[in-house]
């Protein structure tokens, strides 16, 4: 059974940065597609990025390009995403998701993903 843990939310203030960790297990193989979204309360849920494979694709959210940066880790078997410049308005919920199967059409969409973690609160304080 796959599984996807988050670690590293908490409370920040703005400007601070921070990195989010996602430990994935259940597979002997890496997934082939991990992504990052996050929700805010009353919002949708919103794509931040997404690392193929080895990592040697990465693709960003425009609203995020220059600020977070996904990497993978895949002998930890961990993705990581590093923020910078926090922002009051990136306090939300965010939620690691990772797809195994290849193909695929948009792995901007959580359609794409096949499994998804429970999330971690990360709030920015002005």
């Known amino acids: 059974q796959v599984h996807l843990v988050e670690s590293g939310g908490g409370l920040v203030q703005a400007g601070d940065s921070l990195r989010l960790s996602c430990v994935f297990s259940?597979?002997?193989?890496?997934?082939?597609?991990m992504g990052w979204f996050r929700q805010a309360p009353g919002r949708e849920r919103e794509f931040l990025a997404a690392?193929?494979?080895?990592?040697?694709?990465?693709i960003y959210a425009d609203s995020v390009k220059g600020r977070f940066t996904i990497s993978r880790n895949n002998s930890k078997n961990t993705v990581y995403l590093q923020i910078n410049s926090l922002k009051p308005e990136d306090t939300a919920v965010y939620s690691c998701?990772?797809?195994?199967?290849?193909?695929?059409?948009?792995?901007?969409?959580?359609?794409?993903?096949?499994?998804w973690g429970q999330g971690t609160q990360v709030t920015v304080s002005s």
């Open positions: 259940g597979r002997t193989f890496s997934p082939n597609t």
């Open positions: 998701a990772a797809r195994y199967a290849s193909g695929g059409s948009n792995m901007m969409t959580a359609r794409f993903y096949e499994y």
């Open positions: 690392s193929i494979w080895s990592g040697a694709v990465t």
